[in-house]
């Protein structure tokens, strides 16, 4: 019988950690010499023994149940990161599509129809790839320091809950989102960079025909992702906006996009007008990074500024945690 049972607590402590094993063996010896005697009187049979284990269940099963949970990412952040997965399927490829034939018509060279597709295909698949890669391992950092350091967990209180108009509120998803798809933007901007310019072959040794960007403003256009994203992950970690937190996002948003106008679109512009004849399509060309530029401004401004006013007006309102008041008699 302690045979049977020795050999049982072996073949769990197989699949247990070396530095938990001798503490968890001890442990289930005693459980199950508790039950014996409970069950038994204290003299099993072979037969009650073997039953005894069964119930338990298998050797790896009972291990299982000791370790703590392992995730690479865990059931709380995994339908962020299949959402935030989902559009960089749909925005990425379109991105490397686009830049694609922008770079083989606006070219000094002919168009070679049956070698830019299989190029576009490769392109596609492995920019797709790395920025999928990029997100996962975003996700996996965030899970692993979420796990090193747990939220204080608190009774649920419904009296605390945010109002349904509450500007402060944060959409989790987007702030996830946004920060996930910064850090490979980010990753990009820096690999243009390094390699003096807008190219679409992801090659340190051979980045293939380069379109030279003036490094300065590509610097600050890294700089104000970053912060983007240091701002996002800020919220999300507050769960709650302010007007400081909200201004000074859109501060950045719009150098953004006075960097952005300074580091891709003037750049690609001129390298379209340098192969364009057609003085109709010239001018829409020329005109074109200044109408992007304003009207991402005006739209920005307008979104954001609403939102602005509202947070500032919001500290007369009720606080978040306002208990509700009894109803009068």
Known sequence: MSDLV????????????????????????SQIEDALEDRFAGNPSQADVVTLLGEFGPPYQM????????????????PYLMMVLRHVWLIVPAIVIF????????????????????????????????????????????????????????????????????PRAVDRFE??????????????????????????????????AVIPVPSGWLILLIVVAVGQILIQLWVLRRNRWNATLWLLQTIMEL??????????????????????????????????????????????LSGHGMRLIRLWGYKDAAPMNEPLSASPH
């Open 6 to 29: 020795a050999r049982y607590i072996h073949q769990v402590g197989q699949n247990l950690p070396k530095k938990d094993r001798a503490e968890i063996e001890a442990e289930l010896r």
């Open 63 to 78: 291990a299982a149940s000791y370790r703590t949970a392992q995730y690479l990412i865990g059931p709380d952040l995994y």
């Open 255 to 300: 150098v953004g996009v006075v960097s952005l106008y300074f580091a891709v679109l003037e750049p690609l512009a001129e390298r379209a007008l340098s192969a364009t004849e057609s003085p109709t399509a010239r001018t829409i060309i020329a005109n074109a990074p200044e109408l992007f530029a304003i009207g991402y401004a005006v739209i920005a």
């Open 99 to 166: 830049l694609s034939l922008f770079g083989a018509l606006t070219g000094p060279q002919p168009i070679l129809w049956s070698h830019l597709f299989p190029d576009l295909i490769g392109a596609v698949v492995q920019v797709t790839f790395v920025f999928s890669a990029l997100v996962v391992l975003i996700f996996a950092l965030v899970e692993k320091v979420s796990a090193a350091h747990p939220p204080k967990s608190e009774p649920f209180d419904p009296s605390k809950l945010p109002a349904v108009n509450d």
């Open 175 to 208: 702030a996830g989102f946004g920060s996930a798809f910064g850090v490979a933007v980010v990753s990009m901007l820096l690999y243009f960079l390094y390699v003096g310019g807008l190219t679409l072959r992801f090659n340190l040794s051979d980045p293939g």
